[in-house]
């Protein structure tokens, strides 16, 4: 520590971008390390201090060991992609077989009745409906402030990650919750995989920050049309998932 708190500040602050700029997603990992059980509680007890709306803290994580149950996991993806391209869903769809090559996976479930302790009504009214969806949006949100924290702690701890969400349909809640004793009542919302990467991880592509960033006013260079966005996900959005992002043209 130095007696400078500003110059403190700034290396906490380096230190911390060293870890948000150094996570990345892999879909494919070393299936032999394994993770030590400590490296579970870091990260879990990362995901433990995330802000919630209400402080309500409406998120369960189920650490998946036992590789049967990765395979099973992986198996409901590889099916679930097979009938997105059945469907002729253009979404570029990565190999859900890496699933199974994780060494460190965790589900996050969520209990969809924490809404109730957010801004409702309960008295079924249209305006209701929409309280509800808001409320929805609140716990969603949260429990993506937890799970980031969860991967940034993976990160920290050398790891790579992989967010998986392709599971928001019914089918899935059936397929997964019952190899997981997940109650009715809690919903599976994504799937952590970390652990180092099978072949070397890459930097993908992030906007520039003055294309984030907005001073009073929504800057209007900023904003897309629809057929600027129809446009980029032709061109641009499978360089942006699966190549370093100086090989984005
Ligand atoms: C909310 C969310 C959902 C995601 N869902 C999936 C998914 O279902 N399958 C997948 O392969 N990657 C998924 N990802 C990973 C993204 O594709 C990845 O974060 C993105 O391409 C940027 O790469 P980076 O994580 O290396 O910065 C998801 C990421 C987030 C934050």
Redesign the pocket.
């Given at each position: 520590m130095s007696t400078d708190p500003e110059f403190d500040r700034r290396q906490r602050y380096d230190a911390l971008m060293d870890v948000v700029r150094g996570?990345?997603?892999t879909?494919q990992f070393d299936p032999n390390y394994v993770v030590p059980k400590e490296h579970y509680e870091l990260i879990l007890e990362a995901a433990r201090h995330a802000p919630s709306g209400a402080n309500a803290q409406p998120w369960h994580y189920i650490v998946v060991t036992k590789p049967e149950l990765k395979k099973a996991i992986a198996d409901y993806f590889v099916d679930e992609a097979r009938a997105r391209a059945k469907l002729r869903m253009k979404f570029p769809?990565?190999n859900?077989r890496g699933l199974e090559t994780a060494p460190g996976m965790i589900v996050v479930a969520s209990d969809f009745r924490w809404t109730r302790a957010f801004p409702v009504l309960l008295d079924d009214s249209e305006l209701d409906r929409k309280y509800r969806e808001n409320a929805e949006r609140i716990l969603l949100q949260s429990v993506?402030a937890s799970t980031?924290s969860a991967h940034l702690a993976a990160a920290a701890l050398g790891y790579n990650?992989?967010?998986?969400?392709?599971?928001g349909q019914d089918d899935a809640q059936k397929a997964l919750k019952p190899l997981l004793g997940v109650p009715e009542e809690i919903s599976v919302i994504?799937i952590f995989c970390f652990g180092p990467a099978a072949k070397p991880?890459?930097?993908?592509w992030?906007k520039e920050l003055h294309q984030i960033m907005n001073w009073d006013r929504f800057d209007m260079e900023n904003y897309m049309s629809v057929e600027q966005i129809d446009a980029w996900i032709r061109e641009k959005r499978s360089q942006?998932?699966y190549r370093d992002e100086s090989k984005v043209d």
């Open positions: 996570r990345m997603t879909r769809t990565p859900y993506a980031m990650v992989w967010w998986v969400t392709a599971i994504d991880p890459y930097k993908r992030k942006v998932m």
